[in-house]
């Protein structure tokens, strides 16, 4: 009997460390609380998971990626559009399957179809830009032959002053005799009889409104023997073709502006100002 309590309790031991040992294993192996995510595309891209770079995904292929609980951003990146970017936030709860189509197709068609879009309305807007420079350019090219006219017109015919200059203690009176006659080259031509004795041929540049800035004079005749060319033969008045150190005479720059007021003309030069009238 005492032999038969002896091994009833040995036995009884046993099973309590076995059930000991078994218990603290399965305490030591950790629950898998991870879930699936089964990720599917249109269209290949660079797939990310949380901004880390999961590599190309591609149409023909899903693929199955382990994660934690809790949610996950999803983004699908075109290489070949670097700006188009498919994003998604998807929840997973553990140990469930979650599955997600990125539809990028359809973005890659918005995007394309908004670009072509652009480039259309950046080559109308390119087409307005360029026909309003040309119509800028053809209005210049208008003003450039039209403005010279309508300057002629308001100086066109005969003026007289005369200008005083002094030199020490005298004062010098030369009278001006203008006839504004022609365009030559976009400049209005004007001849001058200055003094009663020179002939010039002088050019002016019109100034919108109102000015006629000096560009060149030429002596085209004179009554100063000194000045005439030799040999020359005076006309009935006594005129007769300049010449100027044994050679013809060149055009020399005009220091002048003639500024345009109605019904007289203020004439401006290194020595002074005076009033030209009709």
């Known amino acids: 009997m005492k032999h038969q309590i002896t091994w009833i309790l040995v036995a009884a031991i046993w099973v309590v460390v076995g059930f000991m040992k078994g218990h603290a294993q ?7 609380r991870n879930g699936t995510l089964l990720v599917d595309t249109d269209d290949t891209c660079q797939l990310f998971i949380d901004d880390e770079d999961k590599g190309e995904i591609t149409p023909d292929k899903a693929l199955k990626f382990s994660v934690g609980p809790g949610e996950h951003i999803l983004k699908c ?6 700006d188009l970017v498919w994003r998604k936030v998807v929840d997973v709860q553990d ?16 995007y394309d179809q908004a670009a ?22 053809r209005l210049r090219q208008k003003s450039k032959v039209e403005m010279p006219q309508v300057m002629l017109s308001l100086v066109q015919g005969n003026w007289q002053g005369t200008s005083r200059a002094t030199v020490g203690s005298a004062t010098i009176s030369e009278p001006y005799q203008y006839n504004f006659t022609t365009i030559e080259d976009g400049r209005i031509v004007a001849y001058l009889i200055f003094g009663g004795r020179m002939r010039y041929k002088d050019t002016f540049t019109p100034v919108a409104p109102n000015r006629l800035e000096g560009q060149t004079e030429l002596c085209i005749s004179t009554k ?25 005479p060149e055009p020399l720059p005009k220091d002048a502006i003639i500024q345009i007021n109605g019904s007289t003309l203020t004439y401006t030069d290194p020595s002074g100002s005076f009033t030209l009238t009709r």
């Open 26 to 32: 399965s305490a030591q192996q950790p629950v898998n």
């Open 116 to 137: 072509a879009a652009k480039a259309k309305n950046d080559q109308a807007s390119a087409g307005r830009q360029l026909e309003e420079a040309e119509s800028q350019i």
């Open 224 to 248: 100063d023997k000194s000045l005439m060319k030799p040999g020359a033969k005076k006309d009935a008045d006594g005129w007769a073709d300049c010449w100027h150190h044994n050679k013809p």
């Open 95 to 110: 140990p469930s399957q979650v599955a997600e189509v990125v539809s990028l197709r359809a973005l890659h068609l918005q």
């Open 77 to 82: 990146k075109l290489k070949s559009v670097p």
